[in-house]
């Protein structure tokens, strides 16, 4: 053999074999020495033999000729070559699905009563199985009629869909539920009170994960490198025939990997099922030497939340009570009376049982703990926070700069859209009008996420949740990218653009809110300001970053792909910062508490302004104001370059660095805001925001030249506080309804959707510097909210901050509690 032929062969073969083994070791552990196969066995050997097959076909394609270059293929073995191919790429998915169902059914039997983990693992369940179906018809259709995948030559009329491209546009999905098979056992194993040898064998055993993530990765450079290495022969990565482009070269180790990644996932999911086999042969490496003093210490159970449990004095002459029985129909296994290994390991499932961690029923020891305290896996005592309405400024500091870390990511992510989806329009000469489709689809995302997911994730389950949703929506968004660029597809780009502004829409309907109550009320805006701040340097950052060093050499197809690992970078620390919630104490606040909180100044927020409570009227005006502003916001970012290529044509400096001074000023302007509402009221700031976009909007239109360009600028310094305080004004008095209004501010943003088009049809018509009259116009309709502030007293008294207000906490001195939703 030659070429890639024995490397191929020799891994596939190595690592298929050392899954088969692993197979036959599970059935050996769950037949003979528990007595019991359970579905996600009958699962296991579904995928394995869907593996067999798959791997089968790779040895016999390699045989005939995978590895080689075409012209080293006898042109007779190019038939059963094709047809051995076609059929790995048919079993490639199935196997996967299988695999991938059996580990998440197995983790459906760990535990019975966490409600957030056993739905987390029907939704994985789900999209795995509508993503495997949907993934084997379309391999199964590859070729249109479908034996022209068998032919060596493609006839007149018949089409084919390259198999790389479609791997590369797969792997997202496949990426997204290995990692949700990563994460998803964690809070069960975290919460286990174990000795610790078995505790570290436990991490061991699912740590296996990582190895299969980080397959699937290389997996994916593989497929990356021969679909870019094949672009550089043809002009594009779809092909009508590519059995005739080197197609045996290029895609043996991208095959090659496929399988590995199968049989790795086959591995991964047969090892945390091998401990009673380990223990009835090994029972020492199982047991701890101190397992006496565990065992006659520890009180019994199955559940896996922690209860608390008064211990007896254990002195001379005391025999420790048994165990109460287990009632978990995983755990009471059923004994085989034949079986030769019975008599042998029946002491050894008892005394399983009596470990917490039992053949099939992973659960933890009851153990003694204060009611208000949680253990993460026995060395971290995290206890539930107190109430953020409750924390003084010293005391805000820490989750509030945890909360600033999300505003400098998505920041990141705004800069990174911009520039990608200029690079994008170049490369696929979209008019200005898909380019202004692309820019509407990230703020439409905002209509949806907010009122359909943040308002009920937040009012039901907290900021923490809320956090984590939009986060993993977030970086499901990032990881859509990536068949976008592999496929040049518009439309793939604006569900991309759609998924992460729902996703960043869910984040800001919790992350502004939390800003804005965790700490003292007086600070609320200043907080927000800087955060917001924060946010900016990262869109600045972001953008230089994209356009001077990762996407500066983004010029055709095969470039844009490269773009793919930046947005896998985004997506995994999504999910890694996602867990991380999961295990930090963020404070909440309840309905309850934000109502209490209202009430202190209940005659100023129940007044009346023309028959309406004026804390409503805020509210409503405050959501018109938002629009309006995020509207001009967007007309004015999506006009400027063409602005200042109008107005001052001979300028020096290319139309990016006007863009990239422009953000550096917007970013300065929210720290000055921040330290001018040290000695303002919010709504005197507010509207002299207002007074100086509208101003400057209109000079705009005045003037030419450097003169222009200095207004525009301008511009970017009055807008720049504008949003954070007019969220921290609307959201005063608000009580029991807090959380739904900050629903309707975050979805408020989506008015950056719709207005872009209205300016560009203007200055279509009359020129870029009269069509300015529609952003003039726009933060107009906005400065109506900063008006009526600033000239009914009623609403003056509502909305400025009093000195030392704070949550006084009548009803629930030690605030340690969970949001407990309410209707509104």
């Known amino acids: 053999m030659e070429g890639r032929q024995p490397i191929v062969l020799g891994v596939s073969i190595s690592i298929f074999v050392l899954a088969s083994a692993f197979v036959i070791l599970r059935f050996v552990s769950h037949f003979f020495v528990v007595g019991r196969i359970w579905l996600h066995d009958y ?139 990563l ?24 740590g296996f994960g990582f190895f299969a993530t980080a397959v699937d990765v290389v997996r994916v450079a593989f497929l990356q490198q021969a679909a870019t290495s094949r672009q550089m022969r043809i002009e594009a990565i779809h092909l009508s025939n590519y059995q005739t482009i080197d197609f045996s070269w290029y895609a043996s180790l991208s095959f090659m990997w496929s399988a590995v990644e199968v049989n790795s996932l086959v591995i991964c999911g047969c090892v945390p099922t091998l401990k009673p086999l380990i223990a009835s042969m090994l029972p020492t490496l199982i047991r701890d030497t101190d397992e006496a003093t565990h065992d006659r210490n520890a009180s019994y159970g199955t559940s896996s939340i922690s209860t608390t449990i008064e211990r007896p004095v254990v ?134 996420g907010p009122l359909l997911i943040g308002r009920t994730v937040l009012k039901g389950w907290g900021f923490k949740s809320t956090f984590m949703t939009g986060l993993c929506i977030y970086g499901l968004g990032a990881l859509i990218f990536w068949p976008s660029a592999v496929l040049i597809s518009y439309v793939g780009f604006i569900i991309s653009n759609i998924v992460v502004g729902c996703g960043l829409g869910v984040l800001e309907t919790a992350a502004n809110p ?72 963020v404070p909440e606040a309840s309905d309850e508490d934000l109502q209490e909180l209202a009430d202190q100044r209940r005659e100023d927020n129940k007044t009346k302004v023309a028959g309406m409570p004026v804390v409503w009227l805020t509210a409503g005006l405050g959501v018109w104001s938002q629009f309006f502003y995020v509207a001009g916001q967007e007309v004015f970012s999506t006009s400027l370059i063409p602005f200042v290529i109008a107005a001052h044509p001979k300028s020096p400096l290319t139309p990016f660095s006007f863009l990239t001074i422009g953000h550096v000023v917007f970013a300065a302007g929210r720290f000055l805001t921040a330290f001018s509402l040290l000695i303002l009221k919010p709504r005197w700031t507010l509207l002299i925001s207002y007074m100086g976009m509208i101003v400057f909007s209109v000079l705009c239109m005045k003037t030419t030249g450097v003169t222009a360009v200095a207004m525009s600028m301008m511009i970017y310094l009055f807008e720049s506080g504008a949003f954070s305080t007019i969220f921290a004004i609307s959201l005063r008095g608000a009580g029991r309804h ?87």
């Not at 987390?120 to 259709?141: K, M, Q």
């Not at 200043?526 to 701040?533: D, Y």
């Open 43 to 181: 699962l296991m050997l579904v995928a394995w033999v869907l593996d067999f097959g798959l791997s089968f076909s790779l040895f016999y394609a390699a045989q005939r000729g995978l590895g080689l270059h075409s012209r080293n293929i006898p042109p007779e073995n190019n038939p059963s070559l094709n047809r051995a191919n076609y059929a790995f790429t048919v079993l490639y998915n199935p196997a996967l699905m299988a695999v991938k169902s059996s580990i998440l059914v197995f983790y459906l039997t760990l535990t019975q009563r966490e409600k957030f983990f056993r739905w987390a693992n029907y939704v994985t369940l789900l999209v795995t199985g509508l993503a495997g179906l949907v993934l084997t018809f379309v391999y199964v259709f590859q070729c249109r009629p479908v034996d022209s995948a068998f032919l060596s030559t493609i006839p007149p009329g018949a089409r084919c869909t390259d198999i790389l491209t479609l791997y590369l546009t797969s792997a997202p999905v496949n990426i997204a539920t290995d990692l949700a098979i």
């Open 183 to 206: 994460f998803l056992p964690i809070p069960i194993i975290t919460k286990l009170h174990l000795p610790r040898k078995q505790k570290i064998i436990l991490i061991i055993t699912f």
């Open 315 to 448: 002195g001379r002459g005391y025999t420790p009570p048994p165990p109460p029985p287990v009632h978990d129909s995983l755990v009471d296994i059923p004994r085989r009376p034949n079986s030769q290994l019975f008599t042998n390991i029946s002491s050894f499932l008892d005394r399983l049982r009596r470990d917490g961690l039992d053949a099939e029923a992973v659960t933890s020891h009851n153990r003694v703990s204060h009611p208000q305290e949680r253990t993460f896996s026995n060395f971290v005592n995290l206890r539930n926070p107190e109430c953020m309405l409750k924390l003084n400024n010293k005391e805000s500091i820490l989750p509030n700069v945890l909360i600033t870390l999300l505003f400098f990511m998505w920041g990141f992510a705004y800069g990174f859209l911009g520039v990608l989806n200029t690079q994008f329009q170049i490369i696929v000469q979209l008019n200005v009008w898909q380019s202004l489709g692309l820019h509407g689809a990230y703020f439409g995302g905002y209509a949806i």
């Open 514 to 585: 939390f800003l804005a109550l965790c700490g003292p009320l007086e600070n609320a805006e200043i907080r927000l300001n800087l955060s917001q701040g924060v946010q900016a340097i990262g869109s600045v950052l972001s953008e230089l970053l994209a356009q001077r060093v990762l996407f500066k050499r983004v010029k055709d197809v095969a470039s844009l792909v490269d773009v793919q690992w930046t947005y896998l970078g985004i997506a995994l620390f999504d999910a890694l910062l996602a867990a991380a919630f999961f295990y930090l104490p």
């Open 738 to 824: 807090t959380k739904t209004i900050a629903s309707f501010l975050a979805a408020a943003i989506c008015g950056g959707a719709f207005f872009p088009f209205a300016r560009q049809s203007l200055s279509l018509a009359r020129g870029e510097s009269f069509s300015f009259v529609v952003l003039a116009a726009l933060f107009s309709a906005g400065a109506f909210f900063p008006v009526y502030l600033n000239l009914v007293m009623a609403a003056k008294k509502q909305v400025d901050p009093v000195p030392n207000e704070h949550f006084r906490c009548r009803r629930h001195p030690h605030c340690h509690h969970q949001n407990h939703p309410s209707s509104d």
